[in-house]
Each structure stands twice: as structure tokens, then as C-alpha cells.
């Protein structure tokens, strides 16, 4: 990871057409070499979770070049690389495992970053989990406890009140509040460059595996009762 890392740096400082197509091989080198590495994460969370088997790197990664269309920060290119491994696919509309490395540093895109869930719920599905939170007796609150501190909730867009059709005074207005069902957890460069890279990251994504099994069951009975 470190030489990946390395090359995202010079990205980020060299940020244009000309740099980067005069190291295009490199680059072509270092994306196939995490795309290795996602296979290998693939192996190793379908350990513990059929639903991601028989994916391939090409189903979860991204690619480096930036839609600037909508964007004032008009740089071509990402200076992160990252792997969404869910059931079917990145395009599936199921939550999953995020593996993510930056350049380094504070902040979205910068940080490295694990994350399990997902950043922008439909509506419907929001709804869904929200009646379970309420419904569920303390479940969810077993769930997210459960992984504490390694992992957090992203609570950023939370709401401020309940939303609509919700008592504004519950037991869990930090959960019902929320617009991000999502785990986050901010690895540290030495955990990033050690070895068994792949392993390491599946086990701590194994704790996160029940969270996400409630948040796909939201998610699947929409799709289920939308036909």
C-alpha cells in the first residue's frame, strides 16, 4: 500500500492531464495491484459473509477519473482509491464494506477509512429503519454499542428534531435523527502499510457484519414490496 500511497501524493501536488499521462503505467501498475488486494478482501470477508462471494474487484472499485461537471474544484483526478464490497455489486443499491486510502491527513477524501453501511439512504429505507429502531426494543442500540469505539456512527446531516410521523421525545432520537446509517472507522498509516493487510481489515469488518445485516433487511424488504 505504501507505494500506492506514495503515488496518490505526487497526484495530489501534480494534479493535471500532462502529469498524470506521463505516468499512466505506473499508475495502470499500482491500480492492479490494489485491485489484488481487493480480491483478496473479497476471500476474506466472504469468510464470514456469503452475500459478497464471487465478486471481483471490478464489481466494488472506482474509477480515478473525476466528474468536474457539478463541481467547482475542476482537478481530473481522485487522489484516493477505494473498494464498496455489498451483495451484487457497487450498483446493487445494497449497503456493504468500504475500504478506502488518501493521501493522508484530516478529512474526506484525505483520511484512510473503513466504513460499513450506508452514506445516503433512500427514503423509503430511512423510514423502514427508523420504525425498527423504535419497534426493536433496544437492538439497534445493542448493534452500534457493540463495535464502540472502533468503529462510530457518521452522524454527519443528522437531523435536529425527529423527523415527521416520529414522537419528538424517544429513547433514541441520536439513531431516528440519523440520514447516514453508517459505521466509520479511521485506520492509522502503520495499520495501513502492515502485513496481512487484507486479513486484518476483514476481521475488524466482521464485527460490523450485524449492523449491516439490519440495514440490508430495511433495504431488501423496499425492494421486495417497490415490484
Request: proline share 3%.
Amino acid at each position: 500500500m505504501k507505494q500506492i500511497i506514495t503515488f496518490l501524493q505526487e497526484l495530489q501536488a501534480n494534479n493535471n492531464r500532462d502529469w498524470f499521462n506521463a505516468n499512466k503505467s505506473r499508475y495502470v501498475k499500482l491500480q492492479n495491484r490494489f485491485n489484488e488486494f481487493v480480491d483478496e478482501l473479497i476471500t476474506e470477508i466472504g469468510h464470514f459473509d456469503s452475500s459478497v462471494t464471487g465478486l471481483t474487484a471490478k464489481d466494488c472499485t472506482y474509477r480515478i477519473y473525476r466528474d468536474v461537471r457539478f463541481s467547482s474544484d475542476k482537478s481530473p483526478y481522485k487522489t484516493h482509491m477505494g473498494a464498496f464490497i455489498c451483495p451484487k455489486g457497487k450498483k446493487s443499491g445494497y449497503s456493504g464494506y468500504y475500504f478506502h486510502i488518501g493521501t493522508g491527513g484530516d478529512g474526506y477524501p484525505h483520511r484512510h477509512m473503513l466504513a460499513t453501511g450506508d452514506y445516503c439512504c433512500d427514503a423509503k429505507v430511512l423510514h423502514i429503519l427508523r420504525e425498527d429502531i423504535v419497534d426493536g426494543n433496544g437492538d439497534f442500540d445493542n448493534i452500534v454499542s457493540s463495535v464502540y469505539p472502533t468503529f462510530h456512527l457518521d452522524r454527519e446531516c443528522a437531523l435536529k428534531r425527529n423527523p415527521k410521523g416520529f414522537e419528538q421525545e424517544t429513547r433514541y432520537n441520536e439513531y431516528i435523527r440519523l440520514k447516514n446509517f453508517c459505521l466509520v472507522h479511521t485506520p492509522t498509516d502503520e495499520f495501513i502499510y502492515g502485513d496481512n493487510l487484507a486479513k486484518r481489515v476483514a476481521e475488524l469488518f466482521r464485527m460490523t457484519k450485524p449492523f449491516l445485516d439490519y440495514i440490508n433487511r430495511a433495504i431488501k424488504y423496499v425492494k421486495d414490496n417497490s415490484m
